[in-house]
C-alpha cells in the first residue's frame, strides 16, 4: 500500500507542469523556459524575486506560485532510509582504469555529483574528459551509462581525432561515438553559463544526456575577473555556475566531469606549491576532488584530496591510445 502511494506520489510530480501552477500562463512558461527552467522543481526552489523576473510576475504572485509548486513536489524533510533509496538511483562511468575506479569507490564517476580534477598541463585532465565521453555510452554491464555526453570546451581542447582514436581501440564505431557528443565552444564566461541553460532544454528535447564534462571551469572566469578588486565577483559568478551545475546533476540524474586550472602558492615553503584556482567555493562545491599530476615513466598520479565518504588516497594510472588505462600498453 505504501509502495502505491509512492509510485502514484512520483507519477503525480512526473506529470506535473509548469502551466499547472496558479498565475503561470502561457507567456511565463514561455519565459521560464526560455532562462532554462523546465519543470515544477526549477520553480519550487527559487526565490521570489528571481520567479518575478524571470518569469514576468508581480512578487506577491511569485511567492504564491513558488508555495504552490513547494506543495505539488512535497518538499521537505526525509528518513535517512528514504534517502538511501534514492541514492539507489545513481549510476557510475567507468574511468577506463580500473586503479582509478578504485579510488573513486569501484565504479568511476559518480553521477548526482561533480567530479574536479585539477593539475598542470599535461596530467591526464583533459584525456580523462574525453575517455569519459567516449566511456558514458557504453553498455551499463561494461561501465557505461548508455547515453550521451555534453562537451564544454572553453579552451579549444576537443579533439575529434583523439575520440575517433579511443573509440577505436574499445572496438566501437568512431563516428557514432562522435554524433553521441555534443560539443559546444564557449567563448566568455557568460556563454559559459548559458550552455547550462540549455541542457535542460535538450534533455527535454529528447537527448539522453548522462554526462557534463567542461574543459576547463575556471579559465574565462580567470581571464575576465583579474585583480584582488574583481575576486569578489568572480567568485560570486563562479559560485552560481557551480550551484547550477549542481542543479542539473541532481535534476536530472548526471554526472559533471570539470577540470580545474592550478597555480603555484608563493607562501608554500615545503611540499608541492600546485593549489586549484577557484578557491574554497570549487573545494565546496565539488563532490570529488582529485589532483592530478605527472609520474615516473609517462604514468599519471592521482590523488584524492577530498570526498564525502572515501579516504584520502592516491593512485598510479596512464594515458594510451584508449584514453585512460592501467597499464602503459602503446
Not at 502561457?26 to 528571481?50: C, F, H, Q, R, T
Not at 574543459?215 to 572566469?221: E, G, M, P, Y
Not at 575576465?224 to 549542481?246: P, V, W
Request: charged share 25%; hydrophobic share 40%.
Amino acid at each position: 500500500m505504501v509502495e502505491k502511494k509512492e509510485k502514484k506520489k512520483k507519477d503525480d510530480e512526473a506529470e506535473a507542469k509548469l502551466s499547472d501552477l496558479p498565475g503561470i500562463g502561457p507567456s511565463s512558461v514561455e519565459k521560464l523556459e526560455a532562462a532554462g527552467v523546465y519543470d515544477i522543481m526549477g520553480v519550487a526552489v527559487m526565490g521570489p524575486k528571481e520567479l518575478s523576473e524571470l518569469a514576468g510576475l508581480g512578487e506577491a504572485v511569485a511567492r504564491k506560485v513558488i508555495q504552490a509548486a513547494r506543495k505539488m513536489m512535497s518538499l521537505g524533510f526525509q528518513d535517512g532510509l528514504e534517502f538511501a533509496e534514492k541514492r539507489q538511483e545513481v549510476s557510475y562511468i567507468t574511468t577506463g582504469s580500473k586503479n582509478l575506479n578504485d579510488l573513486l569507490g569501484g565504479r568511476g564517476v559518480e553521477t548526482k555529483s561533480i567530479t574536479e580534477c585539477f593539475g598542470a598541463f599535461g596530467s591526464g585532465k583533459t584525456q580523462l574528459g574525453l575517455t569519459l565521453a567516449v566511456n558514458v555510452q557504453l553498455p551499463i554491464e561494461q561501465g557505461g551509462a548508455e547515453g550521451k555526453a555534453v562537451y564544454i570546451d572553453t579552451e579549444g581542447t576537443f579533439r575529434p581525432e583523439r575520440i575517433k582514436q579511443i573509440a577505436i581501440a574499445k572496438g566501437l564505431d568512431a563516428n557514432s561515438v562522435l554524433k553521441n557528443i555534443l560539443v559546444a565552444r564557449a567563448f566568455n564566461s557568460d556563454h559559459q553559463i548559458l550552455l547550462i541553460d540549455r541542457i535542460g532544454e535538450m534533455i527535454k528535447d529528447g537527448e539522453k544526456i548522462r554526462i557534463v564534462i567542461v574543459d576547463s571551469l575556471t579559465a574565462h572566469f580567470r581571464a575576465e575577473f583579474s585583480g584582488r578588486g574583481q575576486l569578489a565577483d568572480r567568485q560570486q559568478k563562479l559560485n552560481k555556475y557551480l550551484h547550477n551545475l549542481m542543479k542539473i546533476a541532481e535534476q536530472f540524474n548526471l554526472a559533471v566531469y570539470v577540470t580545474n586550472q592550478v597555480m603555484a602558492n608563493p607562501a608554500m615553503m615545503f611540499g608541492d606549491p600546485t593549489t586549484a584556482i577557484g578557491g574554497n567555493i570549487v573545494g565546496h562545491a565539488s563532490t570529488y576532488r582529485i589532483y592530478l599530476r605527472k609520474g615516473k615513466k609517462s604514468s599519471r598520479v592521482a590523488k584524492l584530496i577530498d570526498s564525502p565518504n572515501l579516504p584520502d588516497n592516491e593512485c598510479v594510472f596512464y594515458v594510451g591510445l584508449a584514453g585512460v588505462i592501467d597499464e602503459q600498453v602503446e
